[in-house]
């Protein structure tokens, strides 16, 4: 269950299931319980871009997410 107070994804955009599920586990995860909606909203964006790679099978878009995910901190190396 996600923590209260984080926000879900926006209606606006249609997400594939691998982002929601995505989406879900970030939310749910206490390295973002100190986010700000600064930082939500980037995470927005960046659904978007994991969406098309996951949902669009558009790969040309897969280096733009490594970098977003690197800059938040979410990226393993």
């Known amino acids: 269950m996600a923590r209260r107070g984080k926000p879900e994804l926006p209606g606006s955009f249609d997400f594939c299931d691998a982002t929601r599920e995505w989406y879900a586990a970030w939310r749910s995860s206490r390295c973002t ?39 938040m901190g979410l990226e393993f190396e």
């Open 33 to 71: 319980d100190g986010w700000d909606m600064r930082q939500w909203n980037y995470m927005f964006d960046t659904a978007i871009v994991h969406s098309l790679v996951y949902g669009s099978y558009d790969f040309s878009w897969l280096a733009e997410l490594r970098a977003r995910l690197t800059q």
